[in-house]
Structures are given as structure tokens and as C-alpha cells.
């Protein structure tokens, strides 16, 4: 099994304290890793460097004096296996463009960005060969510390329209049952649902901060192409405005889908008002929030506002699969919706 030169340093090892530089040890112990960076010695040197890096990371030192001596005496044993990531889209964010960045030059920039940006280690040396250490610091910056989407201070501080926002419950519903039996074991209260497959899941730290994830699947199938889940505010007042937050994790899944997947539209969800769409997002298969390097396994989606035209309206969480498509599937992660009002 091969591990990776980033990865062990940084875990660990349980070799002993002796560096061997013997040829034929040397060339048989680096090939037991694959080195993920771009380039081997340079990265060795930096590693080996007095600038409180490997104190920061917790890097053995037993692991990087062995490695690194192989290294160093033996290079044309160590070249890089780091593989090329695609560049990121001109429009992506600054995260996902540092992530890209920082991918082709190392296998894990986040565990290194964190200790990096750590005011204590030295900076004046870079172990990338064309980053420089200010450039790489604003590059690890993007990757640790993005800004992520929050709910305005005034909506926080205003009560939550809604009962029951963090869906506590329990059960799923039947998708594979037959279609007046659907309900299943699904224990949600104050909400309605439809269609599909919806869950309760507890997700670790989420929980005990936002509660129970809300989970909808949809499915080519025609049970379960559609699923939703509705309330019904009351008490509102006509001609006011009322805005609405999602705490969301979502994806667009492709399932053999012969070419279908690439549609834009394969994927849809939305935010209904008395069944209009005050908000809406298309996705094609393989798009998901949020991503890999996103500090919290949720986002914020909002403010999406509306004006009231009764005293009452019931609001609809809709997660829909494009109708007429052969295969494919999509998951809407609710952590906890907010409805404030009147504004």
C-alpha cells in the first residue's frame, strides 16, 4: 500500500530514530510513497528548515529526517506523483481558485494552509517553487478563511416565523411503497409533506447547532421525482415584506443517465409561496454546494423575499427531478429554515 509523503509526515511514524541513506534502502523506501508535491526536494527543504513549520503541524521528526534524507541523497527516486487538477471556472470563487492552485502543487493545501498561517511559523521561504510566501499566504487565506454567507443581524435578531425550523423529528418516508402508501415512518411536526423520498438524519456538530438534517432525494422514477415539504404561516400582514433563509447542503447526481445529465435543468429546487416560486435554482449532474474546502457543511441561501397578500401563506420547500429524464437523482439537505417578518 502506498502512502502519501504529506500525509505520513504528518501523522506520523513509528520508525525508529536511525536515518539509513543506503541506495538500494533508500530507492525501495521511496517507493512506498507516492509524493504528492510538485516537487519532492524542494518541499524536504522546507521541512527541514528552522521555521517552526513541522512544530506547528505536529509533523514527526523521526518521519521527515528519514524521508527527506532519501530524498535529498537519491532524487531521481523521488519525483513527484502529484497528479495536474483541472483549472478552476473564471467565475469561481477565490477559495475555489486558491484550491485549484494550491492542488497542483500539494495533496492536502488545507491541513498545510492551516499551519502556514500560523503567526508563528517563519515565512520567508516558500515550498513551492513558483508561489511566493506572500503570494502563497493570500492563497491559503482564500482556502481556510473564505467569507461565508451568513443571516443579516436584523433578520437574526427577529423571531423565527415558523414552527419548528430545525425539523426535529424522525422516520423517512416510503418512496418504494405504493402511491397512497408513501408516508412511511416519517414523524415531522408542523410540517407537510409530499412525494419522494424525505429523511431524518442527525449529522454529528450540526445537530446539537442547527438540529436534525432534513433530507430530500429525488429519482427519475415517477414516485419520486418530486418532494416537498410546506407550512402554513398565519397572522401575517398584507402589503408587509417577509424574507426567507435556508441552511442548505445540496447536490445533482448522474445515475447512467446516457447523456441526459449535462442538461441544466436536470435538478430543481425551489422556495414557493401559495405555489409560486419566489426563488429558484436549475443544476446539471455533478454540481453540488457546499464544496470540499467550505469551513461548515452548510450554507446560507437568502434573504429571498415576498410580499404578503393575505393574512396567511403556506410556504413550500420544493426539490424536483426534470420530468422525462431516464435516470439521474438529487439531495436537498435542510439544517434549518427562517422566516422573519414584517418588514
Known sequence: MHLSLIVATLVGSSMGATIQQDKSFCKA??????LEHRSPSLFCKFLTADNNFREVAGIKQETVDQTCACVSKYPKYAKSTKPKVKAAPKKASK???????????IAGPKAFCQAWLNETVV????????????RLSTLCDHLVNPPVTTISAEDLAAPNLFLNPTFEGSGQTDPAG???NLDGNLNLPDWDHSG??????????????FGQRLQLYTYHTAL???????QTVSDLEVGKKY???????????????????????LCQQSV????????????AEGKKEPKAFYPTKYQINGPHVFEATETEHTIRFLNKHKKGLTNGSSFWGLYNVTMTGPW
Not at 419522494?196 to 447547532?209: F, P, W
Request: charged share 25%; hydrophobic share 30%; aromatic share 6%.
Open 29 to 34: 523506501y521511496l517507493q512506498t510513497f507516492d
Open 95 to 105: 477559495q475555489s481558485k486558491a484550491a485549484q492552485i494550491l492542488q497542483n502543487q
Open 123 to 134: 515565512k520567508d521561504v516558500s515550498p513551492f517553487k513558483k508561489i511566493k510566501p506572500a
Open 178 to 180: 405504493k402511491a397512497d
Open 196 to 209: 419522494g423520498m424525505i429523511r431524518i438524519t442527525e449529522d454529528g456538530n450540526i445537530t446539537k447547532i
Open 224 to 230: 419520486q421525482q418530486n418532494n416537498s415539504v410546506s
Open 243 to 265: 424574507h426567507i433563509y435556508i441552511s442548505e447542503a445540496w447536490g445533482c447526481i448522474e445515475n447512467n443517465t446516457g447523456g441526459q445529465s449535462n442538461k441544466k435543468d
Open 272 to 283: 414557493q409561496v401559495d405555489g409560486k416560486a419566489i426563488w429558484a435554482r436549475k443544476s
